[in-house]
């Protein structure tokens, strides 16, 4: 485990116990984070981590079938694919032809409910050749589609925005039917993705060097281990842009391709030009090697050579970088106080009366922070609640944040710009990113890298969505720059809150709903349950156990202690805005 950073629920599953179907559904439902966070942690080997998952044994083409059934089952058969098959039975629904030119790694899409299955009647044709004729026939199937996973792991919700068509076409090959022609890629039902792809977090060196950043990719359960480690190899997702740092300018390669389990020990084999790195870039990639392949955890054998023999497996003993996430603090603005809130006891730090009337946000740390004021001007508050000046140039804001250390981020009126104040300096950067479109709600992830954005609709274009980008941050953890590359990971619109619950898991409310969702982002998202009109969310340690925090609109405060399937609890009344810092 990471130092005294709370348990994260989606890894606890996979260290006490295998993944199993239930596991599987209950991430789809919302449920994966009813655990426990308490007690002792039992330690199992990898095999034992993969012992127990539901395998598809899928069936090939019978003898007389009919388009449409031909179609039917080469879709059933593809889970089988990233799953253990390779997609061998899914080949035999295909004509020679077909079966060299496709290319099912290229994407997986994602989509909800069946899958649609209708003959294009306009399409059917029988050619006669002398004595013989061949017939041909078009099929299209439609789907609701919610994702995709690139070649490369990365999920993206982009052009999920409803139903969705794949043009086939079969011919009849010694009298049976056979797909001759279909896009490269695969489609499986999100009740199944879960089950045949495996969530990874490729951690990755933060362009600080201060903080590793956890990249979520999905990669298929027969190959995980060596995808990723050929992707940490790589430069990074897109979406982070400079916020991470690539290894060896891409010089760096698996020797084999393929990262085996041999007697329990995971073992690696590198190319010669990893020892062209320094001692310290070679112990951080070692470790990151380490957390990605133990699922954050280093507690497992694992053999790292280069391709001549050479043992780099003890290379990180004396590396401990990890993923920062110090616990956060929950702070409100309430009958006219700044309180401190670690459990039901409410401390007051002081009293602003007078000052903050009708205040629409707050960030605030140990060191103090800032107050919206209803005149859309951030006034510096310090420690001890005493004014210290506006903020951003006395201009109009819209939204603000805290972000880490004494981080305080706010979105321009216009949603033209994003700033930050840190250490008494500072920064502005342009969201160009948004495309023209309003930020109604934002989020800076627990190590300070990545930052999660609700979107509003664009005039005329579309709806809203939600997207994620990179923070750069020089070796003093300054912020320097923000993405100009984004990854979607949700279409939603009219989103009134959002927060990271965890460094793998965002939360987003719908505003005037009680309806809500959760990702391990980018990823599928879930529903997930919330106070009716939550008009704001952050995550916080209460009595010293992580807890969703969430105020509505007429003031109450509740929180979700320990899981983001537990029960709704009151923690405050009258409440003006809530903050988590640190």
């Known amino acids: 485990m990471r130092g005294n950073a709370p348990v994260d629920p989606v890894k606890l599953v996979r260290a006490v116990g295998a993944v199993t179907l239930t596991a599987a559904l209950m991430l789809v439902s919302g449920c994966s984070m009813g655990l426990p966070t308490s007690g002792p942690v039992e330690r199992v080997t990898l095999s034992q981590n993969e012992d127990h998952r539901v395998y598809i ?18 879709i059933d058969s593809l889970p089988a694919g990233p799953q253990s098959d390779g997609f061998r039975v899914a080949r035999e629904f295909l004509t020679d032809a077909a079966r060299k030119t496709w290319k099912p790694d290229s994407r997986t899409v994602i989509y909800s409910g069946e899958p649609r299955i209708s003959r294009r009647a306009d399409q059917m044709e029988t050619q006669s050749r002398g004595s013989q004729s061949a017939s041909r026939v078009g099929v299209t199937v439609s789907y609701d589609q919610i994702g995709v996973v690139d070649s490369r792991g990365v999920y993206s919700a982009e052009g999920s925005t409803g139903s969705s068509t794949i043009d086939l076409r079969l011919v009849k090959v010694n009298g049976q039917w056979r797909i ?43 190959q995980w281990r060596t995808l990723a480690v050929r992707e940490l190899l790589r430069e990074p997702a897109n979406w982070l842009g400079d916020s991470a740092r690539s290894v060896g300018d891409d010089a760096i390669s698996l020797a084999m391709d393929s990262v085996p389990v041999s007697k329990g020990v995971v073992q690696v084999k590198l190319t010669n030009s990893v020892m062209a790195l320094t001692t310290a870039e070679r112990a951080k990639l070692v470790r990151r090697i380490r957390l990605t392949l133990g699922d954050g955890s280093g507690e497992y054998r694992l053999s790292i050579t280069d391709d001549a023999g050479q043992d780099l497996s003890g290379a990180d003993e004396n590396e401990s970088i990890v993923v920062n996430q110090p616990p956060r603090h929950l702070y409100s603005l309430a009958n006219n106080f700044i309180l401190s ?43 001890d609640t005493d004014a210290c000046g506006t903020l951003f140039g006395g201009n109009e804001v819209s939204l603000l944040r805290e972000g880490i250390g004494d981080e305080i981020w706010a979105v321009s009126k216009d949603s033209s710009q994003i700033m ?3 250490n008494g300096q500072e920064r502005r950067f342009s969201a160009s990113f948004r495309d023209g479109r309003p930020i109604t709600a934002f989020d800076v992830s627990p ?21 994620m980008i990179g923070v750069s941050r020089d070796e003093n953890q300054l912020p320097t720059d923000l993405s100009s590359h984004s990854v979607t990971i949700s279409y939603r619109s009219d989103i009134s809150a959002l927060t990271f619950y965890n460094e793998s898991t965002v939360v987003y409310a719908l505003h005037g709903t009680n309806a809500g969702y959760q990702q391990l982002t980018p990823g599928p998202e879930s529903p997930q349950r919330l106070p009716e009109d ?49």
């Open 57 to 74: 044994d899928p069936q090939g083409p019978s003898d007389g079938a009919e388009p449409e059934q031909i179609v039917e089952g080469f």
């Open 534 to 582: 939550t008009t704001e969310l952050v995550s916080a340690q209460i009595d010293q156990t992580l807890s969703l925090i969430a105020l509505d609109s007429s003031g109450m405060v509740r929180y979700s202690r320990a899981s983001l399937n537990a029960a709704w609890r009151v923690l405050d009344y009258q409440t003006d805005a809530i903050t988590s810092g640190w």
């Open 420 to 422: 930050v104040r840190r």
């Open 341 to 383: 809130i670690a459990s039901n006891n409410l401390v007051r730090l002081g009293d602003v009366s007078g000052r903050f009337d009708e205040a629409s946000s707050m960030a605030f740390t140990s060191h103090g922070g800032a107050i919206l004021r209803a005149d859309g001007i951030a006034e510096c508050v310090t420690e």
């Open 180 to 222: 001759s022609s279909l896009p490269d890629g695969i489609s499986i039902a999100q009740t199944g993705f879960f089950q045949v792809f495996r969530q990874v977090e490729l951690y990755q060196l933060a362009d600080s060097g201060k903080t590793l950043i956890p990249d979520q990719r999905w990669f298929p359960w027969r």
């Open 447 to 467: 190590e300070g890298s990545r930052m999660v954005i609700a979107l509003g609709a664009k005039r005329g274009v579309d709806s809203g969505r939600i997207v």
